[in-house]
């Protein structure tokens, strides 16, 4: 089991570019998760999907935040039109959803954003 | 809606004294409560969990019991180590996606 991995780890770019961050998940896991933490804070939910549907977006997720999974393997999170606003560390976490399971989830460890 | 509230910190300690941090959250239903662990560099862990009333998690020497009549799930442990040295945040989930509070640092010294 190799756990859950992104890439890039560190990313680096100017105002107005888009940005794309990749995340697989434990294989089998099918579910996947987006998070935002900023400094000093705790981890706060973007968006989730089980398998390739995507079950809910947080209202925290503007219109310049996409994300997919295609196939229900590994998925992408792309920011469009960066703002200064969007410097993060983003999470994925994965789990498996099943009867019985009590919602634990493992985190890759993550991709930090800098919008200069 | 879900709300989760960690005592604020740095919590700093001498090596082999008692640790606790509170959690206390607001939750419909029956959630299920976690801690979270992120030590220097690294990305989040899953330290322990709690799945109903009454329930107590524990892992590597820490314990949290998921308290329904005040809803807290305070982690503790009995004497901790420098390598204990992290940032730990409780967390719960009753519909898949995770609840986080702010996180408590906590930094043991020699």
């Known amino acids: 089991d190799t756990g859950v991995s992104q890439n890039p780890r560190h990313k680096i770019t100017k105002r107005g570019q888009n940005v794309t961050f990749r995340c697989d998940p434990i294989s089998e896991h099918n579910r996947l998760y987006w998070y935002r933490q900023t400094l000093g804070q705790g981890p706060e939910f973007l968006t989730y999907f089980q398998n390739e549907a995507q079950l809910e977006k947080s209202r925290l997720l503007s219109d310049r935040f996409s994300a997919e999974r295609p196939k229900g393997s590994f998925s992408t999170l792309e920011i469009q039109r960066t703002e200064q606003g969007d410097s993060a560390m983003y999470l994925c976490?994965?789990?498996?959803?099943?009867?019985?399971?009590?919602?634990?989830?493992?985190f890759g460890p993550g991709t930090r954003l800098t919008v200069t | 809606g879900n709300s989760v509230t960690q005592m604020e910190g740095p919590v700093t300690l001498s090596e082999e004294a008692f640790l606790t941090i509170n959690c206390t959250y607001t939750a419909t239903g029956y959630p299920s409560l976690f801690w979270y662990v992120q030590y220097p560099g690294e990305g989040l862990q899953l330290l322990l969990k709690?799945?109903?009333?009454?329930d107590k998690g524990s892992n590597k020497g820490f314990e949290a019991t998921y308290r329904k009549e005040t809803t807290s799930f305070h982690l503790e442990k009995g004497s901790v180590q420098v390598s204990d040295s992290a940032v730990y945040f409780c967390?719960?989930?009753?519909?898949?996606?995770?609840?986080f509070g702010q996180g408590t640092t906590l930094q043991v010294k020699p």
């Open positions: 709690a799945t109903k009333a009454d």
């Open positions: 967390a719960l989930s009753n519909t898949g996606k995770l609840i």
């Open positions: 976490a994965s789990s498996v959803s099943k009867v019985g399971w009590s919602y634990e989830q493992y």
